[in-house]
């Protein structure tokens, strides 16, 4: 079992940045791939970005390619979501979650965390 924590969310002005944190536990973190999804009020869970075993391989959605950047530490078995050039639409509850493959779509991710908002004022 992979318990997920995830942390960093707020309140930020469009234009600003946030960074967000995901730690596991129960599990061998480096055999994981990690990925970020968020879902805004009324709308469907979308996938932000992805990045393999080892962070040699990130994808994005396109509407956050160039703003948004995956990275992971696996000596902390963390995986973090650098948030920049915020926008309104950004608004949303962000989760990280966990896949044995790389894959966009959220059904395909066994474990979840419970999420942290996000909330960009314009």
């Known amino acids: 079992q992979v318990q997920l924590v995830e942390s960093g969310g707020g309140l930020v002005q469009a234009g600003g940045s946030l960074r967000l944190s995901c730690a596991a536990s129960?599990?061998?973190?480096?055999?994981?791939?990690m990925a970020w999804f968020r879902q805004a009020p009324g709308k469907e869970r979308d996938f932000v970005a992805l990045?393999?075993?080892?962070?040699?391989?990130?994808n994005y959605a396109n509407s956050v390619k160039g703003r948004f950047t995956i990275s992971r530490d696996n000596a902390k078995n963390t995986v973090y979501l650098q948030m920049n050039s915020l926008k309104p639409e950004d608004t949303a509850v962000y989760y990280c979650?966990?896949?044995?493959?790389?894959?966009?779509?959220?059904?395909?991710?066994?474990?979840w965390g419970q999420g942290t908002q996000v909330t960009v004022s314009s």
């Open positions: 979650a966990v896949a044995y493959g790389v894959f966009m779509s959220g059904r395909n991710y066994d474990y």
């Open positions: 129960g599990g061998t973190f480096s055999r994981y791939v």
């Open positions: 990045i393999n075993r080892s962070g040699g391989f990130t």
